[in-house]
């Protein structure tokens, strides 16, 4: 009996070590993308140190910092994703845990009621059990019944040696995901400590440029030439809009996709060719310093095309989406900085020059009135540029904006 009892204990010490199984289905690896930036960064900040003593006063290191800052601002908000995402990781394991440890919880409580049967009964209970049937029917009928209470405790330890293990993988797994969240979290605050540091060092230069009058003509002729390859970046992202649907469609008569979808379903976004007058503007307390078409620059007196607006407003000003839609594109263009463009329903793309602080990242979706970064300061002053596009034709955006 000693002996039976000893077996028992050790047997519940067994069950009181399982716990709670992994996570069926680990979520994503490691954002390449991050990796493609930080190599981006580091080329720049070679050439910065590169430069001269007299070439760090003029307009080609304010381009190389602009460019850095909106790198390191993509990597900032690439951490913050990953943040994100490791929070989602921590809290699904955190979940599954709680669950599992209710479930065992009542396999040890069916367990222990079967353990306590099988001492009560004795060493020989299961013949003791069928000799004392009062007919060969009623033994039969309790063999069946021994024999499926054998068979399900039978499982159930199974099930307790295989909790066990998923247990110990699922402890490994949550203690690798707060390592690497607390990684991320380290890496984001340093990051945004250079960038702090990277905006002071620009800010004190474009300081210097701005004295200049050259370099406000250089900017200006630089911008000239850049409306060409804000164009190109339109059709681009049409043409690449276009090839991805074919594929798409391709793949579904082929049979390679189950169900076919379009990437992003804009016909359910709201209806932006019924904003014509009424749009809200991107930014508020602003007023437009260049309007749609030619426009005469009054210091330097050159003419320029302007293919959507200039407002003039104050430094870090909020930049808000205008309608819903999806953020096609973040690139660094010279003369206009970091741009910025989201795509809308009913083939409009509206476009955001001379931005900092940008928020969101590229596959986004915004509603009307997100922000999606800050104003940034250039050589002509805070200036926010604002296109609209539908397909490859420029619109006059003052057409468009509410009258204030």
Same mark, same amino acid.
């Given at each position: 009996?000693?002996? /039976?009892?000893?077996?028992? @204990?050790? &047997?519940f010490l067994f069950i009181s070590t399982i716990s709670v199984a992994q996570i069926s289905d680990k979520i994503g690896s490691k954002n390449t993308e991050l990796k493609s930036l930080q190599v981006q960064i580091t080329k720049l900040e070679g050439e910065l140190n590169t430069l001269s003593k007299e070439e760090k006063s003029n307009l080609k290191v304010l381009k190389k910092m602009d460019q850095q800052n909106l790198l390191l601002g993509k990597k900032i908000k690439s951490l913050e994703k990953e943040e994100e995402n490791k929070t989602a990781i921590i809290k699904k394991v955190n979940n599954n845990i709680a669950s599992l440890k209710r479930k065992i919880k009542k396999l040890q409580e069916k367990y222990s009621d079967y353990l306590v049967w099988t001492y009560k009964q004795g060493e020989r209970s299961t013949l003791k059990y069928l000799l004392d049937a009062e007919s060969f029917q009623q033994a039969l009928v309790r063999f069946s019944y021994i024999s499926h209470i054998h068979k399900a405790n039978k499982s159930r330890a199974n099930e307790y040696s295989e909790m066990k293990s998923r247990f110990e993988k *699922?402890?490994?797994? #949550?203690?690798?995901? =707060?390592?690497?969240?607390a990684k991320?979290?380290? $890496?984001?605050?340093?990051?945004?400590?250079? #960038?702090?540091?990277?905006? /002071? %060092?620009? =800010?004190?230069?474009? *300081? =210097? &440029? =701005?004295?200049?009058?050259?370099?406000?003509?250089? $900017?200006?002729? $630089?911008?000239r030439k850049s409306e060409i390859r804000i164009k190109k970046m339109i059709a681009d992202l049409i043409e690449r809009e276009r090839l991805a649907e074919i594929k798409r469609r391709e793949q579904k008569l082929k049979g390679e996709l189950d169900d076919y979808e379009p990437k992003f379903n804009y016909d359910s976004f709201q209806n932006f060719a019924e904003l014509k007058g009424k749009l809200s503007w991107p930014i508020t307390k602003s007023k437009v310093e260049r309007g749609f078409g030619e426009n005469k620059n009054k210091k330097t007196k050159i003419v320029t095309l302007n293919y959507g607006v200039d407002l003039k407003t104050t430094e870090n000003t909020d930049v808000y989406s205008v309608a819903e839609g +999806? +953020?096609? %594109?973040?690139?660094? @263009?010279?003369?206009?900085? *970091? /741009? &910025?463009? +989201?795509?809308?329903?009913?083939?409009?793309r509206t476009v955001y020059g001379h931005l900092t602080d940008i928020n969101v990242l590229e596959g986004n979706k915004v509603q009307a009135g997100d922000i999606i970064g800050k104003v940034n300061g250039s050589l002509e002053g805070d200036i926010l540029h604002f296109e609209i596009w539908n397909e490859r034709n420029y619109q006059n955006p003052e057409e468009w904006l509410a009258k204030k």
């Open positions: 009996m000693v002996k /039976v009892l000893t077996k028992i @204990i050790l &047997l *699922s402890v490994v797994t #949550l203690t690798n995901e =707060k390592k690497e969240k991320i979290i380290d $890496e984001k605050g340093k990051e945004k400590k250079n #960038l702090e540091q990277k905006r /002071v %060092a620009k =800010k004190n230069v474009l *300081s =210097k &440029l =701005k004295k200049n009058k050259k370099n406000v003509i250089t $900017e200006i002729t $630089e911008k +999806i +953020i096609s %594109a973040i690139e660094w @263009i010279p003369g206009y900085g *970091s /741009v &910025l463009i +989201i795509t809308h329903r009913n083939n409009f």
